[in-house]
């Protein structure tokens, strides 16, 4: 946290940081911590310049359908991943956790925000994926009507779901695995006998 509040510190920016501690010592003037921020309502406001984030799915979406590019510093295998895609289309850029310091930071942030290339890409990106025949509404809409118009729509149902218990829970190729094993283990002992007695013969 040190080193980012150190980064932070000399921006010419506001830095908005939710995090889960507030009560940490030498915050500078320029940054306000929050437990929690309505994020997409932020994200949407026109002075935002770049979202610092750790790369969750959720926030990698709201980043590119509020066209805000990023500076991802993930920590998880799902973060690394959907940062180093969206950075890989050029819509922000990649920090790794384990090389952190006040430079990488803030040369990663200003860079980000005075270079238009970022910008650009990410409107690009929320412009692709916004280019539907339909809304996520209507789609609802049309689907829920296509249920009803065919009754249900049982030929979109899981097979799975009329199984019998004993197939859906594999009992029957689990009773004939323990039926073989056991067979096994009898021919097994049973020889093992044979060759007993044969050597104390």
């Excluded at 980012?4 to 507030?22: G, H, N, Q, S």
């Excluded at 209507?138 to 009329?162: L, M, Q, S």
């Amino acid at each position: 946290g040190k080193i980012v509040l150190d980064a932070f510190r000399e921006l010419p920016y506001k830095v908005l940081w939710k995090f889960d501690i507030t009560d940490i010592p030498d915050v500078p003037d320029n940054v306000k911590i929050c437990t929690w921020l309505p994020q997409q309502d932020i994200l949407r406001h026109p002075n935002i310049k770049v979202f610092i984030t750790q790369g969750g799915h959720q926030s990698t979406e709201e980043a590119i359908f509020s066209q805000v590019p990023i500076v991802g510093i993930p920590h998880i295998a799902d973060q690394v991943g959907n940062v180093k895609k969206l950075v890989a289309k050029g819509g922000g850029l990649f920090l790794d956790k384990d090389a952190l310091n006040k430079e990488s930071v803030k040369e990663a942030v200003l860079e980000v925000i005075n270079n238009p290339k970022y910008k650009e890409s990410i409107t690009e990106i929320a412009e692709l994926s916004r280019d539907q025949p339909m809304t996520g509404i209507e789609k609802a809409i049309w689907w829920t009507e296509y249920v009803i118009r065919h009754k249900g729509a049982r030929h979109f149902r899981n097979p799975a779901i009329d199984l019998p218990l004993y197939q859906y829970y594999f009992l029957d190729i689990i009773g004939f695995l323990l039926a073989v094993i056991s067979i096994f283990i009898f021919i097994s002992h049973k020889l093992i006998l044979l060759i007993k007695n044969f050597v104390v013969r």
